[in-house]
């Protein structure tokens, strides 16, 4: 449970840390590129950050293991949607 706790641990960290530097540099761009960043940013906190918070949550036995897996399933694929549509705003701008 300890290598679990530790890589959970990192996995939240890491993921904050780069949807905070995301998320002041989406800020700062102010034409299209931005706003795909936006939601580019969106998609990384919904699919890694949510999605580690609910693993260690469930590591730490606060929620079901059987709950895990559809939420996570659905975390995975509404941040993967973000990532396309920040992609396809970002390759659509004409700025």
């Not at 002041?24 to 919904?46: E, H, R």
């Not at 559809?70 to 396809?88: T, Y």
Request: aromatic letters at 6%; glycine letters at 10%; charged letters at 10%.
């Amino acid at each position: 449970m300890e290598i679990e706790l530790l890589a959970n641990s990192t996995a939240l960290l890491l993921s904050f840390v780069g949807v905070i530097i995301l998320g002041c540099a989406s800020v700062q761009i102010k034409n299209s590129t931005g706003k795909g960043l936006k939601v580019i940013t969106a998609g990384i906190f919904l699919s890694v950050f949510c999605h580690a918070g609910f693993e260690m949550l469930a590591l730490l036995d606060m929620i079901a293991e059987d709950t895990l897996f559809p939420v996570m399933g659905s975390l995975l694929s509404i941040g993967s949607l973000a990532f396309a549509i920040g992609g396809l705003i970002i390759l659509n701008s004409s700025d």
